[in-house]
């Protein structure tokens, strides 16, 4: 009867946490529409309700009220399966993303060891005398056992939906990275060159800035040394923020969060300029509103990466103590909220401020840039920890590093394209003169 009440009570939780991310997705187009207008110079969604704040509802209600539309030359399963797959892996990325007040998880330790360390029971006899070592262990010293900080732990309120998860980073990474099959299905599905060149761009790019994301947090992962995202922030609770140690590993894991959310200026995909909306240009109604729902879902959830990772989590300022009980967990729930909406805000003033990039600029940016500097950083980590020096030594590493690489790139001659131009004019005779770039530059 117990595990049936638990059973009923996380699945009432997560189906108000299903409920709150899609309002707040509804309300953040909002909120993007408002800070274009504000950018443009002009007032925005005003009509609706007082100051326009009914217009998600009616933007919802029109979704449900438009004619369903799906073109005969479509894949008909894949062209269907697409948007499905878009959010329903944004919703389940966002299952491991602590967004409120978290403690972190015990870890089993093998006291038969000398030193004891970290263990990782293979069978049930393994785990059954690592937890009689722990026993001992715990009587020895007068402290809990594993099992009694485990049910603790369980007893507490974890504001994730689903706690002690010690690969929650890779989780999130895998089920992110599988979000491109959704737009690579419906731009192929859909049977138009526009949408299949969208969806090549979108593989593209996902793949590539996958590679620098993962690296970024390499080193954050190296210092913690958890892949949980709760002991992460319990780590910068204690030692101070991983942005004041690592602001290169920051900077990369930001843009490559751009990219990975198709946000401008890496909107690709998309790009109504040239592609005429991109991979859902033969989509409508609530097909289309579940690729918007999914967008806005990971840049949600990524934004929660960002402050979990590099700024502290649920902490106000590094080095303040949080207060406990009821009053603290509304705060720090606060704290996490405001964090996360800065950043929001943050990924939608940047679309109105840099133009979008070429293909082969976005690609550069990625192989060129990206990706050398994390290496450089990972190097710098793992040096600093084999030594056994100051974290703090990370900060001016990575400072040198950026100027270093920006001056570099500065400096690196530029190749000029190597593809003749033919220049109109009168000519004595024959077909129209053909020069080179150079001769033209020149």
Known sequence: MELGFSFWITLLFIAIMMGVLQGTCAYLILAERKISAWAQDRLGPNRVGPWGLLQPIADGIKFLLKEDIIPNHVDKLFYLLAPCITVGTALLAFAVVPFGPTTPPPVLVDYRQNPPQT???QTIEEEKAILDADHKHAEQTNDKTYEEKLKEYNDTIQFVIAPHVDI???FNFAIGSLAVYGVLLGGWSSNDKYSMLGGLRSSAQLISYEIPMGLSVLGVLAVTGSLNLETIIDYQVKHGWNVLYQPLAALLFITSVFA????????LPEAEQELVGGYHTEYSAMKFALFFLGEYTHMI???FLVAIMFFGGWQLLPGIAMPDGVGGAILKLIVFAIKM?????FFMLIRWTLPRFRFDQLMGLSWKVLLPLALVNVVCVIVIKQLHLSDWLLLPLSIATLFIVAGFALYMPQQRPRAPVRVAGHVASGLPAVLH????ID
């Open 119 to 121: 263990a990782w029971p």
């Open 168 to 170: 929650g980073i890779v």
């Open 260 to 267: 990975e959310c198709n946000r401008l200026p890496f909107d």
């Open 301 to 303: 959830t990524t934004s």
């Open 341 to 345: 909406a800065l950043f929001i805000i």
């Open 437 to 440: 770039d150079e001769a033209v």
